[in-house]
Nanobody, 124 residues
Framework: QLVESGGGLVQPGGSLRLSCAAS????????VGWFRQAPGKIREGISC????????YYADSVKGRFTISRDSAKNTVYLQMNNLKPEDTAVYYC???????????????????WGQGTQVTVSS
């Protein structure tokens, strides 16, 4: 099971840190992706962190503003979001899978585990 937390309402330019906590399995063995879905839009991959070497990837829309990281002791992956913009408003989801790679991580049907989502709203 994956559980996201940390969403909320923030003003433009503000920051939030999302958490993706796993239970029942060790998240270190999984590639973890963060996705978001705005109303009327498809779910898009914004960042991932690999299980093997900790390699990371960011979509151009969040590069330089978002940082993904792991805390093995807490079995949790984080998404630090800085300089938030209104266009970042969406429901954010984390997902995990052992077979997804850095070349396939945006394909949502490949993931075995999904969280329930957490709402992020960027507005003044």
């Amino acid at each position: 099971q994956l559980v996201e937390s940390g969403g909320g309402l923030v003003q433009p330019g503000g920051s939030l840190r999302l958490s993706c906590a796993a239970s029942g399995f060790t998240l270190d063995s999984y590639l973890v992706g963060w996705f978001r879905q705005a109303p009327g839009k498809i779910r898009e991959g914004i960042s991932c962190i690999s299980s093997s070497d900790g390699g990371t990837y960011y979509a151009d829309s969040v590069k330089g503003r978002f940082t993904i990281s792991r805390d093995s002791a807490k079995n949790t992956v984080y998404l630090q979001m800085n300089n938030l913009k209104p266009e970042d408003t969406a429901v954010y989801y984390c997902a995990a899978d052992t077979s997804v790679t850095l070349t396939t991580w945006t394909f949502t049907p490949l993931y075995d585990y999904w969280g329930q989502g957490t709402q992020v709203t960027v507005s003044s």
